[in-house]
């Protein structure tokens, strides 16, 4: 039998060929880390569905900040947890709400260390869902759009480098975008969940953040998950209102979606390491039948090579060190 010239075996045969000639890099700067802030002082409380992530407090966060910065990771995105919740929603957008307090700590701790905000109604509101209801519990989009728009606004008004409203409401970038820009803030990037699934894959951060339903689902404003044209349509539309970044979310059920994106539109693309596929990995290895290490570098390596630019991820720190030991 005779062989072709070409043999890819040739390109395996030692780790110094293999770095030379791979495609796909992961860096830990590819990386973003989620924070969950709470109020209080002296509290790393970690969420039992997640182990290995804590709730903060805000005197916690000077030293969380030096961790990440070690460890080359380059931006946080802040969720909230408040004080007490109404039905407007209204410590999301309140001067001394848990995330603009957040953002200033963060920012006079170090001035220069990236903070994105994620902007949503859900963790503050009474009821768990994303934005105003009407006398059939349903939400209200364009009265809600006002809610995501102040509070997006005092999130740069604190301090935060970046807004990421994660709401699915329609029109929602657009409403934000003009907020910001008549206050001044045209230099604050929105980062748009612009294909947001309705996933069961959030279980454990509805625990993270307390902000599951109090009745319900989120099916009417979340995508359905057999969607993929809808996604489109839903990433061309933030662009066209204004998004400066787009985001798929989950990523790991959803690595179609994120080349499609990155394919059709070739914008700034983040993926969505949700709570769910974090939650999977640790107890599997936890009861040792993965390699947690390997699983969750080839699954961010993934991530990437399927367009992602920036992964949003809970193993952001773990997965920073273990680049740092390679």
Same mark, same amino acid.
């Given at each position: ?22 495609? !796909? ?6 990386? &973003? ?23 903060? !407090? ?10 990440? =910065?070690?460890?080359? &990771? ?10 007490? =919740? ?23 701790? /170090? ?13 503050? !509101? ?10 059939? *519990? ?17 999130? @740069? ?32 990037? &929105?980062?748009?969940?612009?294909? =947001? ?26 995508? /359905? ?25 989950? @990523?790991?059920?959803?690595? /179609? ?8 539109? *070739? ?39 399927? *367009?992602? /630019?920036?992964? &949003? ?5 773990? @997965? ?7």
């Amino acid at each position: 039998m005779e062989f072709p010239a070409y043999r890819p075996r040739r390109l395996r045969r030692t780790g110094t060929l293999r770095s030379m000639v791979r495609e !796909t890099t992961l860096d830990a700067r590819d990386l &973003i880390y989620p924070l969950f802030v709470k109020p209080g002082s002296g509290l790393r409380d970690e969420v039992t569905s997640m182990p290995g992530v804590f709730q903060l !407090t805000i005197d916690q966060l000077p030293a969380e900040i030096d961790e990440l =910065k070690t460890l080359g &990771i380059p931006a946080v995105i802040l969720f909230g947890l408040p004080e007490s =919740k109404d039905e407007a929603g209204s410590g999301a957008y309140a001067e001394d709400g848990i995330v603009q307090q957040a953002i200033r700590a963060i920012k006079a701790h /170090d001035p220069d260390y990236y903070v994105i905000t994620d902007v949503c109604m859900c963790e503050y !509101t009474s009821h768990g869902h994303c934005g105003a209801l009407d006398e059939h *519990g349903c939400v209200m989009n364009d009265v809600t759009l006002e809610m995501l728009a102040q509070t997006a606004l005092s999130h @740069a008004e604190a301090g935060a480098d970046m807004v990421a409203p994660s709401d699915m409401m329609d029109g929602r970038v657009a409403a934000i975008r003009t907020a910001l820009d008549a206050e001044g803030y045209t230099e604050v990037p &929105i980062m748009s969940y612009a294909a =947001k699934y309705s996933s069961a894959y959030y279980g454990p951060f509805r625990d993270a953040a307390d902000s599951a339903p109090a009745f319900g689902d989120r099916r009417a404003y979340q995508m /359905d998950p057999a969607n993929t044209e809808e996604a489109m349509r839903e990433v061309a539309l933030d662009i066209a209102e204004g998004a400066d970044l787009v985001m798929v979310k989950p @990523a790991l059920a959803y690595m /179609d979606i994120i080349r499609r994106v990155k394919d059709d539109f *070739g914008y700034p693309t983040a993926a969505y390491n949700v709570s769910g596929e974090y939650a999977m990995v640790k107890a599997a290895a936890e009861r040792g039948w993965i390699d947690e290490r390997r699983v969750v570098l080839e699954t961010l390596v993934a991530m990437r090579r399927a *367009g992602a /630019d920036l992964v &949003i991820t809970y193993h952001a720190k773990d @997965a920073a060190r273990w680049l740092q030991e390679n």
